[in-house]
């Protein structure tokens, strides 16, 4: 009787447990995400909080915009974040659901079509992570799932260079775009609209970009070389890899919904006037507003001590209307014709590709007005300062600070160039909290040294997590 009794106590469970992972999931809440609506997620989020990052601490770094008060930053504090400054969260975040439709697309041949373009936002992702900061977690990183919660960081040399880093996974993402032959087709893609030749350019031009970065530091003139002659790059602003933002919520510029206090926080740097006024340059309308005390367009010095000194904002150039009242005019950029015009011009400049240096600045700087819907002025490019190495101006110079301007929208893009080149020429600010040194990297948050410690200490080990410390590709 008693193994009549285990019998049915058998039974009993075995029901209880039969297909219990399907009735005790809830159709309504899936588990798995589908990778078009993470694509679609991928690339807004991060273009929306890059778009803003670059805007309130970017511009500041890269000396578009000064900070009247709560301003440590703009002091070059950079420990003390304040509207902005710590792009390291949003950055992973971004990755990680990146990673997510990178697994599904390598494990489901349905979804393959996903994995070339991942490829290509994991590289471009990484790029600005060790750009901003240097060393990271890499190969280790995103693996929280399967228990390492405490990743290594990867020296940016290898980030760059190494299988699986940031130029390998371009190039395996092109090949694998160029051979797909399934019929899936990319939904969520709103940069490209699931248009994969264009991913395939877009590939290409960080290509060019990441290839630059390294310039200094490895021989890269014969992959340039190829690059440029293929011209399967993005080359006209139709091809951009931008999506655009709405005028109004939920999808405007976050800079807009501010309140006006804090959005007026922010005025026209020194810099940034002195460099548009020298130019003649019509951008200073669109990017800037008239003092309104004078009517005139005036800058003020970056950093200055709130405490110490009296600041009127009427008395300085607010930033424009577009970044408030029209941002549906803005766009979030991943990278752009006249971006990599610059690039490709610097690089002929510089003999590490046989071309005409001079017609593809006139052509990025032309590509770069149109794409700001300026009409560019008809003697800007044969009279003055903006004139392809006339009046004394130096080349390289030329062409960085051109693509400086056109990068407001991408703030920390102008900071990374003025690293890598020393241009423009950015001024000393008016009250350092840095010995009056321009900082060079963005420091680790201070949630890696409590929650990774051992992995945080071994990789500022060298530099102490200063701000003033070079990364491997910005040779002094």
Not at 129 to 146: C, H, I, M, R
Request: contains cysteine; glycine residues 6%.
């Amino acid at each position: 009787m008693k193994y009549l009794t285990y019998l049915s106590l058998f039974l009993f469970l075995s029901s209880c447990t039969q297909d219990f992972e399907e009735i005790n999931t809830n159709p309504n809440s899936p588990v798995q995400v589908q990778p078009s609506l993470l694509l679609r997620q991928v690339i807004y989020d991060y273009g929306d909080e890059l778009a803003y990052e670059g805007f309130v601490a970017g511009n500041l770094l890269g000396q578009y915009f000064t900070a009247i008060d709560f301003n440590l930053f703009d002091r070059h504090s950079l420990t003390e974040p304040q509207f902005g400054g710590n792009p390291w969260p949003t950055i992973f975040k971004n990755l990680r659901d990146n990673e997510i439709i990178l697994e599904q697309a390598r494990k489901n041949e349905a979804l393959a079509v996903y994995e070339g373009p991942s490829l290509i936002l994991k590289a471009y992702m990484t790029a600005a992570l060790t750009d901003l900061y240097g060393d990271v977690p890499y190969t280790e990183a995103l693996q929280g799932a399967n228990g390492n919660v405490t990743p290594a960081y990867d020296e940016q040399s290898a980030i760059y260079t190494s299988d699986g880093g940031i130029l390998d996974n371009l190039e395996t993402a092109i090949d694998l775009l160029e051979n797909y032959s399934g019929t899936g087709v990319l939904e969520g893609d709103i940069i490209f609209n699931g248009d994969l030749t264009s991913w395939v350019k877009f590939a290409n031009s960080l290509r060019i970009k990441a290839l630059m970065r390294i310039a200094d530091r490895l021989d890269v003139a014969a992959d340039l070389q190829e690059i440029f002659n293929s011209g399967n790059y993005i080359n006209q602003n139709h091809e951009n890899a931008i999506f655009g933002f709405a005028d109004n919520q939920p999808n405007n510029f976050r800079m807009a919904n501010l309140r006006a206090g804090d959005f007026n926080l922010f005025i026209l740097s020194e810099t940034a006037e002195e460099i548009l006024q020298d130019l003649n340059d019509p951008r200073l309308e669109l990017f800037y507003r008239p003092a309104a005390n004078t009517g005139i367009y005036k800058g003020l010095l970056n950093g200055p001590d709130a405490s110490q000194t009296s600041i009127s904002v009427a008395d300085f150039s607010l930033t424009g209307r577009i970044f408030r009242e029209e941002p549906g005019d803005l766009n979030a950029n991943f990278i752009t014709a006249w971006e990599t015009r610059f690039f490709l011009a610097e690089a002929a400049e510089k003999g590490l590709i046989n071309a005409d240096a001079q017609a593809l600045y006139e052509d990025a700087v032309k590509l770069a007005f149109e794409y700001w819907s300026v009409e560019i002025p008809l003697n800007y490019l044969t009279d003055g300062n903006a004139a392809y190495g006339q009046n004394g101006q130096n080349k390289i110079e030329q062409i960085i600070s051109q693509k400086w301007i056109a990068n407001i929208i991408n703030g920390y893009e102008g900071w990374i160039d003025y690293r890598r080149t020393g241009f423009p020429r950015l001024k000393t600010i008016s009250a350092s909290l840095n010995n009056n040194l321009i900082p060079v990297r963005l420091p680790y948050p201070t949630d890696e040294d409590a929650l990774n410690n051992e992995n945080f200490e071994a990789a500022t080990s060298a530099n102490g997590n200063s701000i003033n410390a070079r990364v491997w590709w910005d040779i002094d």
